[in-house]
């Protein structure tokens, strides 16, 4: 299994960054697409998810009404289009699976599966 972030990169702050996630070896119906991000000095935090199935979609407080998280079926990729940035986003961006449950995970030990971060840098 393999997730693959990329997207990342150096942005002025109220700029937009579109993160994506590729997922490849094997069938994500059944899971949950998550983001986290991790700050210098800082534990990793949740920013949102999205059902495989169902598109559903959940939000930590800090990333409501900035940040939309959607899917592609076709492409098996997940994206994070972060809008009206601010430096205190700035971070190392994760995607993650989880096997998809009633409640969202949102917690690190909770996922399945980890990609590599890729870093996001707004700067004020």
């Known amino acids: 299994v393999q997730l693959q972030a990329s997207g990342g990169g150096l942005v002025q702050a109220g700029g937009s960054l579109k993160l994506s996630c590729a997922a490849s070896?094997?069938?994500?119906?059944?899971?949950?697409m998550n983001w986290f991000r991790q700050a210098p000095g800082k534990e990793r935090e949740f920013v949102g998810a999205?059902?495989?199935?169902?598109?559903?979609?959940y939000y930590a407080d800090s990333a409501k009404g900035r940040f939309t998280i959607s899917r592609d079926n076709a492409k098996n990729t997940v994206y994070l289009q972060m809008n009206n940035l601010k430096p205190e986003d700035t971070a190392v961006y994760y995607c993650?699976?989880?096997?998809?449950?009633?409640?969202?995970?949102?917690?690190?030990?909770?996922?399945?599966?980890w990609g590599k971060g890729t870093p996001v840098t707004v700067s004020s």
């Open positions: 070896g094997r069938t994500f119906s059944s899971y949950t």
């Open positions: 993650a699976a989880a096997t998809a449950r009633d409640n969202i995970v949102v917690v690190p030990v909770g996922m399945d599966y």
């Open positions: 999205i059902r495989w199935s169902g598109g559903s979609t």
